[in-house]
């Protein structure tokens, strides 16, 4: 695969569009809450606008369905920008086509302007080519820098790409495919996966997919409960997936052929109910009673654990260890995060949970690298390409 990014191509004096993911937080007065995505754009668009480029921006905003919805709009996300970058940013509120390209053509070299949302109209998620031939008409040069959105075949970041001759990545993208690339093609070895969340279903292809291309592979959260079962343990009221316990059990199958070693919960926190103040214990994972709820893993599974990050040179990770949104129950997830953070590792966090619990305890710094995606990462990790990196290869 062969893909330019931005410091391989001359964008002086031309139009630049840029496709980034502005799909921030916002509360009930369109304030926006977090504005970790904007400021991740930023590099790239200094990158641009400091060689005369005269660069639009497209993103979208929540789920409007093709329609036009006001509190969906992305003129709180411009005045934003315009704030973090102290210059002012021209917000276009008109689809794109003729009236866009003109209210585009009033912009001088080095400015910035921000489209409205573009799921707002019903061509951008058909992937439709004729909505991507408009928006081709904004650019002599396009970018992606929207890694989250990869995994979508939509015009913004699929069709226009058949219009505008220059197409490539930016520097949020490049990162993401770069730090994957040395995790998943080349890894300093011994290298591990730690896969956790509530349920088996939502990781089975990743897990497939990694058998064979780590050397162990660490199993927590909820989705570990699947597994005891294909072991044929007990497993109380803990969340278990029944009709997923056979894959579970090839699985484990397919990584002792492999020689992949699988690291389970060797003790369990338990408890009666999913609540925050339920009375907990401290049991094997053998020993599950039938009244029980798995929340978290035990000390021993901690340790066990921790010890593996520690003697690794590479770790990928997505996913918690148990219910972590409950405090009572966010030690083992904790622990992990810092296990990784801790270590010598070349370390790639993906997935909103863990990225979550990483930001809550401040050591976001200690990782190698963070990725800003949640279903784009999950489909990399399971082999996929992605359409919107497939569309930058020429």
């Not at 390209?101 to 799921?119: F, P, Q, V, W, Y």
Request: aromatic share 6%; proline share 4%.
């Amino acid at each position: 695969m062969t893909i330019k990014y931005l410091d391989q191509m001359d964008v002086s004096g031309k139009r630049v569009l840029i496709r980034v993911d502005y799909n921030v937080p916002y509360d009930k007065n369109m304030k926006i809450t977090d504005d970790t995505r904007i400021t991740a754009t930023i590099d790239t668009l200094n990158y641009c606008i400091e060689r005369g480029a005269k660069v639009i921006l497209v993103s979208h905003l929540g789920r409007p369905d093709g329609k036009v919805v006001p509190g969906m709009s992305l003129k709180p996300v411009a005045e934003k920008l315009s704030e973090l970058m102290k210059k002012k940013i021209l917000f276009i509120d008109a689809e794109p086509g003729d009236k866009a390209k003109a209210m585009s053509d009033t912009m001088m070299n080095g400015d910035i302007a921000l489209l409205e949302n573009i799921r707002f109209y019903p061509g951008e998620e058909k992937n439709d080519d004729a909505f991507g031939k408009k928006l081709a008409l904004l650019a002599d040069v396009y970018i992606n820098d929207a890694f989250a959105t990869a995994h979508r075949g939509h015009a913004s970041n699929d069709a226009i790409t058949k219009y505008v001759k220059d197409c490539g990545a930016g520097f949020l993208m490049k990162n993401e495919i770069e730090y994957f690339k040395k995790a998943m093609d080349n890894p300093a070895r011994p290298m591990g996966a730690i896969i956790g969340g509530a349920k088996v279903s939502s990781k089975l292809g990743i897990l497939k997919n990694i058998i064979g291309k780590v050397d162990f592979i660490i199993i927590g959260g909820g989705m570990a409960f699947t597994f005891y079962k294909a072991m044929g343990l007990n497993t109380g009221k803990s969340l278990m997936e029944k009709d997923l316990v056979k894959e579970a059990g090839e699985i484990l199958r397919q990584a002792k052929i492999s020689g992949i070693e699988i690291l389970l919960p060797v003790d369990v926190v338990v408890a009666s109910e999913f609540k925050d103040d339920s009375p907990k214990s401290i049991i094997p994972f053998d020993k599950i009673p039938d009244d029980k709820i798995g929340l978290d893993i035990g000390p021993e599974s901690i340790k066990q654990f921790s010890d593996k990050i520690k003697n690794s040179k590479t770790i990928v990770w997505n996913g918690p260890m148990g219910a972590f949104e409950m405090p009572n129950f966010s030690i083992g997830t904790n622990s992990i995060a810092m296990a990784v953070a801790e270590s010598e590792c070349l370390s790639i966090v993906g997935g909103g949970d863990s990225v979550t619990a990483i930001n809550q305890l401040g050591i976001s710094d200690k990782m190698s690298y963070i990725s800003t995606a949640g279903g784009a990462f999950l489909e990399l990790l399971e082999g996929k390409i992605l359409p919107a990196v497939k569309a930058l290869d020429k």
